[in-house]
């Protein structure tokens, strides 16, 4: 989470928007995490862990890049390194496609 939050700051001008997307815990859960941990994205809810499903996720986390067009761009399983290269080169190359 701290890698997305630097990535987002970094990249605000370009138009990128981080969301985080919390899968199947309560909205007090969350609270207390994002509360806890300083976290300053925005998060979604995924109550009953529909979108999820809809992507294909099942391994988390799971950090899937749409495009300005909401065309699924890269889907990454697994943690990654979102503020240093490869993930940066990958990022940068969805920005200029979109």
Request: positive net charge.
């Amino acid at each position: 989470m701290p890698a997305l939050q630097r990535l987002s700051a970094r990249y605000a001008q370009t138009g990128l928007q981080v969301l985080a997307v919390n899968f199947r815990e309560s909205p007090d859960t969350v609270r207390r995490f994002v509360a806890n941990t300083g976290m300053g994205l925005p998060v979604l809810m995924d109550a009953d862990g529909s979108a999820a499903k809809s992507l294909g996720i099942s391994i988390f986390p799971t950090t899937v890049l749409v495009d300005r067009r909401g065309r699924i761009r890269l889907t990454v399983s697994g943690e990654c390194a979102w503020d240093q290269e490869p993930a940066t080169g990958w990022l940068r190359a969805a920005l200029q496609s979109a």
